[in-house]
Structure formats: C-alpha cells, structure tokens
C-alpha cells in the first residue's frame, strides 16, 4: 500500500473574499482576487479513489450455537469459521450486532441478553461473551470490519 497523504492543507484568506468579472463575448469569466497567506491542496476524485483502495470492509455471518457457550459465569464461546490473520498487519476495528436475518425469537433473546461482545482474537478465531445470561437458543450475528489494507 502506499502511504496516503497526511499534510493537506487548507486555504488561508488574510482579506474578504474578491472576484473580478471580465466578460469575453456572451461569457462572464469570474476570477478569484482574494489575498492568500497559504494557498490549500486541491482534493479531486483520485484522492478519494486512492484512499478508497486502500479500505477494507467486510461482513461476516456467524449463527453462535446455543450448545457451544461454557458454563461458567462470563459465558464465552470461541467461534473459528471466522477468518482472522492477526499477523497481517491490518489494523481493524469490528463491530457486531444482531443479524438482519435473525428471526424475532433470536432477536429477542440478543436484547434480553443484554448484548454479546467479542473479548479476544487469535489466529483464525474470535471469541465472544455474555456477561448475563447464557444463551439458551441459537444466535445469529453479524461482524463488520473495516480498516486499512
């Protein structure tokens, strides 16, 4: 990946903003006039295009098996049909919610759960907790992650 740009700067006006019209034909050509102290970077669409690139975004799918929680109070459960490299040296963030594709019995038990969050990661697993309750039904969710490539 090549490193982005971190040193744009802004335009700095030291007077009011003026223009001065010049009309060539049927045309009136306006030209800014103002006094700059610091003239800014222009921000086009290759910028976006270059920073874009180098997002990464993805979902993933995970039904937590009802049967697979511990039995011990912080109920975890250890996931490993999920993908993750920790060594890549991407740095992510992931959020988790419950999956659009829950149903209302699951979605119910993801509320009346308080929330299920994910407490650690190691090469090719994640694992989640419930601080309350143990799950006592099937629960889909769904991982986003986004960071940088």
């Known amino acids: 990946m090549a490193a982005l740009k971190t040193d744009y700067k802004d335009d700095v006006i030291t007077s009011n903003r003026k223009y001065t019209l010049t009309t060539e034909g049927n045309y009136t050509i306006i030209t800014d006039a103002s006094t700059y102290s610091q003239v800014g970077d222009v921000i086009n669409a290759g910028v976006f295009n270059e920073i874009n690139e180098n997002i990464m975004s993805d979902t993933a799918f995970v039904t937590l098996q009802a049967s697979g929680w511990n039995n011990s109070k912080q109920y975890t459960i250890t996931d490993s049909r999920i993908h993750v490299d920790v060594d ?9 919610t419950i ?15 308080g ?3 994910l407490v650690s990661q190691a090469e090719g697993s994640m ?3 419930c601080m309350e309750d143990k799950p006592t039904i099937n629960i889909p969710v769904e991982i986003r992650y986004m960071g940088w490539k």
């Not at 999956?99 to 759960?113: G, T």
């Open 115 to 117: 929330g299920i969050y």
């Open 88 to 96: 890549s040296g991407h740095e992510t963030q992931q959020t988790m």
């Open 99 to 113: 999956s659009r594709y829950a149903n209302p019995n699951e979605r119910q038990a993801w509320y009346d759960l």
């Open 127 to 129: 694992t989640f907790a």
